[in-house]
């Protein structure tokens, strides 16, 4: 396969920026990314950045350049483990959850931070990976890895709202319906790895996006449930139209 290979120019040294100007060429599959800038701090958010990611690194700096190489070729074939790897993740995520809105322990959130991260570096390979190789099915498949990271992405957007508002009350309820997400996304996982119709009919049926969550008060953390539902659906509809 030839290398692929893009030259950027780096326009503003900040992290949203730079961030947004990365992750296409990464997420597209090139092998090789030249940046060049005049302002140096954008080198050091540049090593922020490569440090984040799976298969990339600096091969080559200056003080208006650097060119990043990827290393992942025999990483290539580790698509199903990382993909799994991915599921894992988002359980760990849903269990610490489901326990702080238990124990009302808002400092037990924390934990989500680092976790969030792992599985955007996962999901963010898992992309490249598909953009670089193709995979069997690869338009359902880019579509379940990103759902994958956006319900993580809402577990997040929960220890973030914690943390901004720290008088913000825990509802009893909460934990009520929490325990019926931590659930889908538990069948969710299941389905992917043992799917059968009546599995997938399931989750169809109960429509926990529309269904589920009225009784919470607090907008904000039922907005972010509704919001995970609705891509564990997703995720479930594109698991079913592997098996068509």
Do not use: C
């Amino acid at each position: 396969m030839y290398e692929r290979k893009i030259t950027i120019e780096v326009i503003s040294p900040t992290v949203a920026y730079v961030w947004r100007v990365l992750q296409p060429a990464y997420l597209s599959g090139y092998d090789e990314v030249r940046l060049t800038f005049k302002d140096t701090k954008a080198l050091a958010i540049i090593e922020r950045f490569v440090t984040n990611i799976i298969g990339f690194e600096i091969v080559e700096t200056s003080s208006h350049h650097v060119l990043i190489k990827s290393i992942s070729k025999q990483l290539d074939e580790e698509f199903p483990t990382i993909l799994k790897r991915s599921f894992l993740v988002l359980k760990q995520m849903a269990d610490i959850t489901q326990e702080v809105f238990d124990t009302k322990d808002k400092k037990l959130i924390a934990q989500i931070r680092p976790l969030e991260m792992t599985i955007n570096k996962y999901t963010n390979f898992l992309r490249r990976l598909i953009n670089r190789m193709g995979y069997k099915y690869p338009h359902y498949m880019y579509l379940i890895v990103t759902y994958l990271e956006l319900t993580s992405n809402h577990l997040d957007y929960l220890y973030r709202y914690y943390e901004r508002n720290p008088r913000a009350i825990i509802e009893k309820q909460a934990s009520k319906e929490f325990a019926k997400l931590q659930d889908l996304i538990y069948r969710t996982h299941d389905l992917y790895y043992n799917y059968t119709p009546e599995k997938f009919r399931w989750i169809s049926e109960e429509l926990p996006h529309f269904n589920w969550f009225e009784q919470i008060q607090d907008f904000e953390v039922r907005y972010n449930f509704k919001s995970m539902a609705e891509y564990l659906v997703q995720i479930s509809r594109q698991i079913a139209a592997l098996h068509l």
